[in-house]
Protein backbone atom coordinates (compact mmCIF):
# COMPACT_ATOMS: atom_id res chain seq x y z
CA UNK A 1 0.00 0.00 0.00
CA UNK A 2 3.28 2.62 1.06
CA UNK A 3 4.22 1.88 -3.20
CA UNK A 4 1.06 3.49 -4.02
CA UNK A 5 0.46 6.36 -1.94
CA UNK A 6 2.51 8.16 -4.17
CA UNK A 7 0.95 8.09 -6.87
CA UNK A 8 -2.28 8.61 -5.63
CA UNK A 9 -1.29 11.76 -4.27
CA UNK A 10 0.02 12.40 -7.59
CA UNK A 11 -3.93 11.42 -9.09
CA UNK A 12 -4.73 14.11 -6.47
CA UNK A 13 -2.65 16.91 -6.82
CA UNK A 14 -3.00 16.71 -10.98
CA UNK A 15 -6.94 16.74 -10.72
CA UNK A 16 -6.43 19.73 -8.33
CA UNK A 17 -4.31 21.80 -10.77
CA UNK A 18 -6.36 20.38 -14.12
CA UNK A 19 -9.25 21.88 -12.77
CA UNK A 20 -7.38 25.24 -11.31
CA UNK A 21 -5.48 25.94 -14.21
CA UNK A 22 -8.41 25.13 -17.03
CA UNK A 23 -10.42 28.22 -14.85
CA UNK A 24 -6.83 30.44 -14.81
CA UNK A 25 -6.35 29.56 -18.99
CA UNK A 26 -9.83 30.48 -20.05
CA UNK A 27 -10.07 33.43 -17.85
CA UNK A 28 -6.96 34.77 -19.66
CA UNK A 29 -8.16 33.05 -23.47
CA UNK A 30 -11.52 34.83 -22.62
CA UNK A 31 -10.03 38.08 -21.44
CA UNK A 32 -7.41 38.10 -23.96
CA UNK A 33 -10.50 38.13 -27.03
CA UNK A 34 -12.39 40.72 -25.49
CA UNK A 35 -9.10 42.95 -25.20
CA UNK A 36 -7.69 42.42 -28.69
CA UNK A 37 -11.46 42.65 -30.07
CA UNK A 38 -11.26 38.86 -31.16
CA UNK A 39 -14.52 36.74 -31.28
CA UNK A 40 -14.40 33.78 -28.51
CA UNK A 41 -14.80 31.39 -31.57
CA UNK A 42 -11.58 32.65 -33.17
CA UNK A 43 -9.58 32.35 -29.66
CA UNK A 44 -11.33 28.70 -29.73
CA UNK A 45 -10.05 28.04 -32.53
CA UNK A 46 -6.71 29.45 -32.38
CA UNK A 47 -5.19 30.60 -28.80
CA UNK A 48 -7.14 27.67 -27.30
CA UNK A 49 -6.93 24.82 -29.92
CA UNK A 50 -2.97 25.29 -30.98
CA UNK A 51 -1.99 25.85 -26.84
CA UNK A 52 -4.02 22.29 -26.09
CA UNK A 53 -2.57 20.58 -28.98
CA UNK A 54 1.31 21.56 -28.02
CA UNK A 55 1.42 18.06 -26.42
CA UNK A 56 0.80 16.14 -29.23
CA UNK A 57 2.96 17.98 -31.35
CA UNK A 58 5.95 17.72 -28.71
CA UNK A 59 4.88 13.77 -28.92
CA UNK A 60 4.64 13.52 -32.87
CA UNK A 61 7.91 15.25 -33.09
CA UNK A 62 9.94 13.05 -30.84
CA UNK A 63 8.25 10.04 -32.44
CA UNK A 64 9.27 11.19 -36.15
CA UNK A 65 13.12 11.87 -34.93
CA UNK A 66 13.28 8.18 -33.45
CA UNK A 67 11.94 6.65 -35.95
CA UNK A 68 8.53 6.15 -34.50
CA UNK A 69 6.39 8.09 -37.18
CA UNK A 70 3.67 5.74 -37.09
CA UNK A 71 3.10 6.86 -33.43
CA UNK A 72 3.26 9.98 -34.73
CA UNK A 73 0.35 9.58 -37.41
CA UNK A 74 -1.64 7.57 -34.84
CA UNK A 75 -1.19 10.27 -32.48
CA UNK A 76 -2.89 13.00 -34.94
CA UNK A 77 -6.04 10.89 -35.67
CA UNK A 78 -5.92 8.90 -31.90
CA UNK A 79 -6.77 12.73 -30.62
CA UNK A 80 -9.03 13.56 -33.09
CA UNK A 81 -11.15 10.65 -32.25
CA UNK A 82 -10.67 11.34 -28.64
CA UNK A 83 -11.55 15.56 -29.21
CA UNK A 84 -14.72 14.72 -30.78
CA UNK A 85 -15.61 11.09 -28.86
CA UNK A 86 -14.21 12.19 -25.49
CA UNK A 87 -13.83 16.36 -25.02
CA UNK A 88 -17.10 16.89 -27.09
CA UNK A 89 -19.10 14.71 -25.56
CA UNK A 90 -17.94 15.10 -22.01
CA UNK A 91 -18.34 18.99 -22.45
CA UNK A 92 -21.91 18.13 -24.21
CA UNK A 93 -23.10 15.52 -21.08
CA UNK A 94 -22.08 18.56 -18.62
CA UNK A 95 -22.96 21.62 -20.86
CA UNK A 96 -25.15 21.47 -23.92
CA UNK A 97 -23.35 23.48 -26.18
CA UNK A 98 -25.14 25.75 -29.17
CA UNK A 99 -23.70 25.22 -32.65
CA UNK A 100 -24.17 29.09 -33.82
CA UNK A 101 -25.14 29.77 -37.67
CA UNK A 102 -21.78 31.04 -38.20
CA UNK A 103 -19.88 28.10 -37.09
CA UNK A 104 -22.19 25.76 -39.19
CA UNK A 105 -21.68 27.92 -42.16
CA UNK A 106 -17.53 28.49 -42.27
CA UNK A 107 -15.30 26.39 -39.83
CA UNK A 108 -17.56 23.20 -39.82
CA UNK A 109 -17.41 22.82 -43.64
CA UNK A 110 -13.86 23.86 -43.75
CA UNK A 111 -13.08 20.71 -40.78
CA UNK A 112 -15.10 18.40 -43.09
CA UNK A 113 -13.35 19.13 -46.18
CA UNK A 114 -9.91 19.34 -44.61
CA UNK A 115 -10.61 15.87 -42.87
CA UNK A 116 -11.37 14.45 -46.53
CA UNK A 117 -8.12 15.97 -48.17
CA UNK A 118 -6.13 14.07 -45.13
CA UNK A 119 -7.45 10.88 -45.81
CA UNK A 120 -6.20 12.17 -49.69
CA UNK A 121 -2.62 12.78 -48.44
CA UNK A 122 -3.22 9.03 -46.66
CA UNK A 123 -4.79 6.97 -49.09
CA UNK A 124 -1.60 5.50 -50.54
CA UNK A 125 -0.02 4.54 -47.73
CA UNK A 126 3.17 6.65 -47.49
CA UNK A 127 3.57 10.24 -45.63
CA UNK A 128 6.26 12.38 -47.61
CA UNK A 129 8.00 15.51 -47.82
CA UNK A 130 5.76 16.22 -50.50
CA UNK A 131 2.22 15.36 -48.26
CA UNK A 132 3.58 17.71 -45.15
CA UNK A 133 3.93 20.43 -47.50
CA UNK A 134 0.47 19.63 -49.27
CA UNK A 135 -1.04 19.91 -45.17
CA UNK A 136 0.86 22.92 -44.37
CA UNK A 137 -0.37 24.76 -47.36
CA UNK A 138 -3.66 23.74 -45.81
CA UNK A 139 -2.75 25.03 -42.61
CA UNK A 140 -1.58 28.51 -43.92
CA UNK A 141 -5.17 28.55 -45.79
CA UNK A 142 -7.24 27.75 -42.60
CA UNK A 143 -5.09 30.55 -40.52
CA UNK A 144 -5.97 32.93 -43.25
CA UNK A 145 -9.88 32.03 -43.42
CA UNK A 146 -10.16 32.19 -39.91
CA UNK A 147 -8.55 35.91 -39.85
CA UNK A 148 -11.12 36.60 -42.96
CA UNK A 149 -14.08 34.95 -40.67
CA UNK A 150 -13.27 36.88 -37.84
CA UNK A 151 -13.29 40.50 -40.33
CA UNK A 152 -16.97 39.49 -41.60
CA UNK A 153 -18.00 38.50 -38.77
CA UNK A 154 -21.58 39.35 -37.66
CA UNK A 155 -21.12 42.80 -35.41
CA UNK A 156 -23.95 41.92 -33.62
CA UNK A 157 -22.97 38.55 -32.38
CA UNK A 158 -19.53 39.85 -31.95
CA UNK A 159 -20.79 42.74 -29.66
CA UNK A 160 -23.21 39.96 -27.64
CA UNK A 161 -20.54 37.80 -27.31
CA UNK A 162 -18.27 40.15 -25.81
CA UNK A 163 -20.72 41.47 -23.12
CA UNK A 164 -20.02 37.68 -21.43
CA UNK A 165 -16.39 37.95 -21.57
CA UNK A 166 -14.35 39.28 -18.31
CA UNK A 167 -12.99 42.78 -18.26
CA UNK A 168 -9.52 42.12 -17.58
CA UNK A 169 -6.15 44.19 -18.46
CA UNK A 170 -4.04 42.64 -21.45
CA UNK A 171 -0.98 41.98 -20.07
CA UNK A 172 -3.13 40.28 -17.04
CA UNK A 173 -5.29 38.11 -19.55
CA UNK A 174 -2.14 36.83 -21.16
CA UNK A 175 -0.41 36.01 -18.33
CA UNK A 176 -3.01 33.99 -16.96
CA UNK A 177 -3.02 31.80 -20.54
CA UNK A 178 0.74 31.15 -20.34
CA UNK A 179 0.82 30.08 -16.80
CA UNK A 180 -3.00 28.21 -17.62
CA UNK A 181 -1.35 26.49 -20.34
CA UNK A 182 1.69 25.41 -18.94
CA UNK A 183 0.02 24.17 -15.45
CA UNK A 184 -2.22 22.23 -18.00
CA UNK A 185 0.07 20.91 -19.17
CA UNK A 186 2.31 19.47 -15.96
CA UNK A 187 -0.65 18.65 -14.15
CA UNK A 188 -2.02 16.19 -17.28
CA UNK A 189 1.32 14.22 -16.93
CA UNK A 190 1.42 14.23 -13.46
CA UNK A 191 -2.52 12.85 -13.58
CA UNK A 192 -0.84 10.34 -16.31
CA UNK A 193 2.01 9.02 -14.13
CA UNK A 194 0.04 8.68 -11.41
CA UNK A 195 -3.30 6.98 -12.61
CA UNK A 196 -0.49 4.64 -14.95
CA UNK A 197 1.42 3.12 -11.56
CA UNK A 198 -1.41 2.53 -9.58
CA UNK A 199 -3.01 0.63 -12.86
CA UNK A 200 0.59 -0.94 -13.27
CA UNK A 201 0.89 -1.61 -9.55
CA UNK A 202 -2.74 -3.85 -9.95
CA UNK A 203 -1.47 -5.41 -12.60
CA UNK A 204 -3.56 -3.73 -15.02
CA UNK A 205 -1.66 -4.67 -18.75
CA UNK A 206 0.35 -2.13 -20.30
CA UNK A 207 -1.91 -2.13 -23.64
CA UNK A 208 -5.26 -1.04 -21.15
CA UNK A 209 -2.95 1.80 -19.88
CA UNK A 210 -2.46 2.69 -23.23
CA UNK A 211 -5.90 2.52 -24.28
CA UNK A 212 -7.72 4.48 -21.44
CA UNK A 213 -5.16 6.09 -19.22
CA UNK A 214 -2.52 7.57 -21.28
CA UNK A 215 -5.00 8.45 -24.58
CA UNK A 216 -7.63 9.87 -22.11
CA UNK A 217 -4.44 11.84 -20.49
CA UNK A 218 -3.24 13.42 -23.58
CA UNK A 219 -6.60 14.71 -24.79
CA UNK A 220 -6.66 16.22 -20.63
CA UNK A 221 -6.01 19.43 -21.80
CA UNK A 222 -8.74 19.97 -24.16
CA UNK A 223 -11.41 18.20 -21.93
CA UNK A 224 -10.83 20.83 -19.19
CA UNK A 225 -10.34 23.94 -21.48
CA UNK A 226 -13.87 22.56 -22.97
CA UNK A 227 -15.60 21.73 -20.12
CA UNK A 228 -14.52 25.34 -18.20
CA UNK A 229 -15.48 26.90 -21.46
CA UNK A 230 -18.57 25.85 -21.10
CA UNK A 231 -19.63 25.91 -17.38
CA UNK A 232 -18.61 29.62 -17.72
CA UNK A 233 -21.33 29.77 -20.61
CA UNK A 234 -18.13 30.51 -23.29
CA UNK A 235 -19.27 28.01 -25.38
CA UNK A 236 -17.82 29.34 -28.90
CA UNK A 237 -14.51 28.70 -27.20
CA UNK A 238 -15.51 24.91 -25.94
CA UNK A 239 -16.31 23.89 -29.66
CA UNK A 240 -13.73 26.42 -31.18
CA UNK A 241 -11.54 24.27 -29.04
CA UNK A 242 -12.49 20.91 -30.58
CA UNK A 243 -12.73 22.27 -33.93
CA UNK A 244 -9.69 24.24 -34.21
CA UNK A 245 -7.63 21.56 -32.22
CA UNK A 246 -8.85 18.99 -34.68
CA UNK A 247 -7.41 21.13 -37.98
CA UNK A 248 -4.68 21.60 -36.10
CA UNK A 249 -3.91 18.28 -35.57
CA UNK A 250 -4.67 16.98 -39.10
CA UNK A 251 -2.27 19.99 -40.43
CA UNK A 252 0.18 20.76 -37.98
CA UNK A 253 1.15 17.62 -35.95
CA UNK A 254 0.18 14.98 -38.77
CA UNK A 255 2.90 16.42 -41.08
CA UNK A 256 5.92 16.01 -38.55
CA UNK A 257 6.83 12.42 -40.49
CA UNK A 258 6.65 13.93 -43.46
CA UNK A 259 9.22 16.45 -42.88
CA UNK A 260 11.18 14.75 -40.34
CA UNK A 261 11.46 10.95 -41.45
CA UNK A 262 9.03 10.03 -44.26
CA UNK A 263 7.10 6.58 -43.64
CA UNK A 264 5.28 3.90 -45.18
CA UNK A 265 2.53 2.92 -42.42
CA UNK A 266 0.36 -0.05 -42.16
CA UNK A 267 -3.30 -0.16 -44.54
CA UNK A 268 -5.37 -0.58 -40.47
CA UNK A 269 -4.34 3.32 -39.95
CA UNK A 270 -6.86 3.66 -43.04
CA UNK A 271 -9.63 1.48 -42.71
CA UNK A 272 -9.90 1.72 -38.67
CA UNK A 273 -8.51 5.29 -37.27
CA UNK A 274 -8.94 7.39 -40.30
CA UNK A 275 -12.22 6.08 -40.84
CA UNK A 276 -13.60 6.27 -36.89
CA UNK A 277 -12.20 10.15 -37.01
CA UNK A 278 -14.83 10.62 -40.18
CA UNK A 279 -17.53 8.49 -38.41
CA UNK A 280 -17.08 11.08 -35.15
CA UNK A 281 -16.55 14.29 -37.96
CA UNK A 282 -19.89 12.86 -39.55
CA UNK A 283 -21.69 12.67 -36.52
CA UNK A 284 -20.79 16.04 -35.55
CA UNK A 285 -22.02 17.25 -38.57
CA UNK A 286 -25.47 15.80 -38.33
CA UNK A 287 -25.88 17.13 -35.17
CA UNK A 288 -24.95 20.31 -36.21
CA UNK A 289 -27.50 20.09 -39.71
CA UNK A 290 -29.44 17.25 -39.44
CA UNK A 291 -30.81 16.06 -36.21
CA UNK A 292 -30.79 18.66 -33.34
CA UNK A 293 -30.88 21.54 -35.61
CA UNK A 294 -27.75 23.54 -34.51
CA UNK A 295 -27.40 21.28 -30.74
CA UNK A 296 -24.88 19.58 -29.42
CA UNK A 297 -26.82 18.47 -25.90
CA UNK A 298 -26.52 15.60 -23.73
CA UNK A 299 -28.11 13.16 -25.67
CA UNK A 300 -25.92 13.76 -28.39
CA UNK A 301 -23.21 13.66 -25.92
CA UNK A 302 -24.16 10.12 -24.85
CA UNK A 303 -23.89 9.15 -28.27
CA UNK A 304 -20.12 10.64 -28.65
CA UNK A 305 -18.81 9.17 -25.56
CA UNK A 306 -20.62 5.25 -26.84
CA UNK A 307 -18.74 5.99 -29.38
CA UNK A 308 -15.51 6.35 -28.30
CA UNK A 309 -15.80 3.53 -25.49
CA UNK A 310 -16.57 1.46 -28.68
CA UNK A 311 -13.97 2.39 -30.68
CA UNK A 312 -11.68 1.63 -27.66
CA UNK A 313 -12.74 -1.82 -27.76
CA UNK A 314 -12.11 -2.36 -30.92
CA UNK A 315 -8.62 -1.38 -30.52
CA UNK A 316 -8.61 -4.11 -27.25
CA UNK A 317 -10.46 -6.96 -29.84
CA UNK A 318 -8.08 -6.44 -32.54
CA UNK A 319 -4.55 -5.90 -30.39
CA UNK A 320 -5.58 -9.24 -27.86
CA UNK A 321 -6.66 -11.76 -30.90
Do not use: C
Not at 142 to 159: G, K, M, T
Not at 294 to 307: I, N, Q
Amino acid sequence: MEALLYPILAIAAGFGILIWSADRFVVGAAGTARNLGMSPMLIGLTVVSMGTSAPEMLVSGIAAYTGAGGLAIGNALGSNIANLGLVLGATALIAPLPVKSGLMRKELPLLAAITLGAGLVLMDGYLGLLDALLLLAGLVISLYLFARFQRYANPNEIAHEEEELPDIPLRSALFWVLIGLLLLAGSSRLLVWGASSVAAHMGVSDLIIGLTIVAIGTSLPELAASIMSALKKHHDIAIGNVVGSNIFNLLAVMPLPGLIAPLQFDSVVLWRDYAAMVLFTAALLAFSYLFSKGRVGRVEGALLLTGYSAYLGLLYYMTAI
